[in-house]
């Protein structure tokens, strides 16, 4: 609903008693208009998106256990699918509430939260879990979130391609971790590494001249 300013004559949007550019008083008696530009509707259900998590995490969670049983408890997979899901939960809500620029988002919460980790590690007293655990799980989770959001939200291939693959090359970093010894246990870095290129060799065969297309955009060539 709109309302126009009998002073410097903008059109005022919502129940404002001022004008916010020149704070002339409102008239009230003058009768509230529609805007001539229509809203924008969502382009996604955020509903749906909640409840496909929801099915999602419970899956997961469940094939978790299942596994856990297996190996009697000897390796820690709850811990880890919880920190997992965990951080897909933050990255897909927190970047529906803000959907400018999400894949751009993504890649900055993927560095964020790995380096909070192996900062925290460092700090309590080094045991590489931040490498062993912490840092696959939240790149092949971003992965994993990336996905989701760029299916349910319907967003263009040329704004999120180059974050999508960013974050893709960051999933093959714990395999550096493996090769020079720095953990031990194997199985969280080789998924990391296993869906990243997987994802990376998707995005080059896919969408290798979208990728090229923004590549020259950004970089003027």
């Known amino acids: 609903m709109m309302r126009k300013c009998p002073e410097c004559q903008v059109s005022v949007k919502g129940e404002w008693d001022k004008c916010p550019l020149c704070e002339a008083p409102l008239d009230s008696n003058i009768p509230v208009t529609s805007s001539s530009m229509p809203d924008v509707p969502l382009q996604f259900n955020r509903r749906f998106i909640t409840q496909f998590l929801m099915a999602f995490s419970l899956i997961v969670v469940a094939v978790i256990l299942g596994i856990g049983l297996l190996y009697h408890g000897r390796i820690q997979l709850f811990q880890g ?89 960051l999933s093959l970093v714990p395999i550096i971790f493996l090769l020079i010894g720095w953990i031990q246990f194997k199985t969280p870095s080789l998924i990391s590494f296993g869906f990243g290129l997987i994802v990376l060799i998707y995005m080059l065969v896919t969408k290798g001249q979208v990728i090229w297309g923004e590549i020259k955009k950004r970089t003027f060539i």
């Open 81 to 169: 699918a919880a920190f997992g899901i965990i951080t897909m939960w933050l990255a897909v809500l927190t970047l529906i509430r803000k959907r400018r620029n999400i894949a751009k988002s993504l890649l900055y919460l993927l560095i964020i939260l790995s380096l909070m980790c192996i900062y925290l590690d460092y700090t309590i007293g080094w045991s590489a879990w931040s490498l062993t655990y912490a840092v696959p799980i939240i790149c092949s989770s971003t992965l994993i979130s990336m996905i989701i959001t760029a299916r349910m939200t319907r967003m263009k291939p040329g704004d999120y391609v180059l974050y999508w693959a960013a974050v893709a090359i």
